[in-house]
């Protein structure tokens, strides 16, 4: 583990073989400002900081919810090969077990932004964030699926390199989703077909 003020000094080093003068004033209180940043950005190495996913029991509102359950919004992570950002949406989905518990909404975003901020690549993020929330709903009654698409905009691959844009698609699907393509065209038909994110 090295400390705060040698990753700075690491940072200095950095700028200094990008051709830069990390002494001059515009970059004199950069590598503090990139280490707060990182803070942030990488909080999804820190178990600490771990969103706790409440779940409920299903049917505590007097209604059993089995149909699907869907949810949408954006995402930003770092690619582990270039270090670039990499962003755009997602889509959950998953279907509750009668007998077992289900999520609160707005944790599932939160599942996501926190497995988002560690270097990652795609398709493991997609499998990161199904096995926590899969995690939450524990394993007596777990829910009979799970979906989870994502499609991002790589600025290692638009910026750089061939830079060329397009959208990267992966998806991760689990238990019914998996196996009976009804369920699995119905989560397919909350898409947004645009293709744009
Ligand atoms: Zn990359």
């Known amino acids: 583990m090295i400390s705060e003020e040698q990753a700075k000094q690491h940072i200095r080093e950095l700028l200094e073989f990008i051709g830069e003068d990390p002494t001059r004033t515009g970059l004199q209180d950069t590598p503090d400002r990139m280490i707060r940043m990182f803070g942030e950005m990488f909080r ?13 029991p299903n049917g505590q509102d007097g209604i059993i919810y089995d149909d699907m359950v869907v949810d949408c919004g954006p995402f930003y992570s770092v690619c582990e090969h270039h270090c670039r950002t990499f962003f755009g949406d997602y889509w959950f989905a998953y279907l509750p077990n009668p007998k ?9 975003g939160r599942v996501v932004d926190y497995c ?23 394993t007596e009654n777990p829910p009979l699926g799970m979906a989870l698409m994502m499609r991002g905009r790589h600025m290692c691959k638009e910026s750089r390199g061939v830079r060329k844009s397009g959208v990267m698609t992966s998806t991760y699907l689990t238990g ?14 909350y898409i947004d077909k645009s293709g744009n994110v």
């Open 44 to 56: 999804g190495y820190d178990p600490a900081q771990a969103p706790k996913v409440t779940t409920f």
């Open 100 to 108: 077992g518990r289900i999520l609160g909404l707005s944790k599932i």
């Open 116 to 138: 988002a901020a560690r270097l990652q690549v795609q398709e493991r993020l997609v499998h990161d964030v199904v096995e926590m929330l899969t995690e939450a709903l524990g």
């Open 176 to 189: 019914s989703f998996r196996t009976n393509a009804q369920t699995r065209n119905e989560f397919l038909s």
